[in-house]
């Protein structure tokens, strides 16, 4: 992911994240897969990365299968262009 707002630290801008500790997102996403809410994990910048977020969540075993499930960030009121994975 990309553009989730500020983070904790900040970092200026163009460096990339550090290897030896975590930098989070200020505010905590929503994930929905299949429509279903998940536990968010960590969101935050990827670790030696530029710019690039990342985001960990724990899928229930509620969740639906497939080859193609829905997957939905939302980030303080404002959702992500819909994508889909495969959950097994």
């Known amino acids: 992911l990309t553009a989730m707002g500020v983070t904790v630290p900040q970092l200026p801008t163009g460096q990339a994240a550090p290897t030896t500790s975590l930098t989070r997102t200020f505010f905590t996403p929503t994930v929905?897969?299949?429509?279903?809410g998940m536990e968010v994990l960590f969101?935050?910048?990827a670790p030696g990365f530029i710019g690039l977020n990342q985001?960990?969540?724990k899928v229930s075993g509620s969740a639906p299968q497939?080859?193609?499930v829905q997957l939905d960030v939302i980030v303080e009121g404002t959702a992500s262009q819909s994508?889909?994975?495969a959950v097994q």
Do not use: K, Y
């Open 32 to 36: 929905g897969i299949g429509g279903q």
């Open 43 to 45: 969101s935050g910048l």
């Open 55 to 57: 985001i960990n969540v």
């Open 66 to 68: 497939g080859t193609a």
């Open 83 to 85: 994508s889909f994975i």
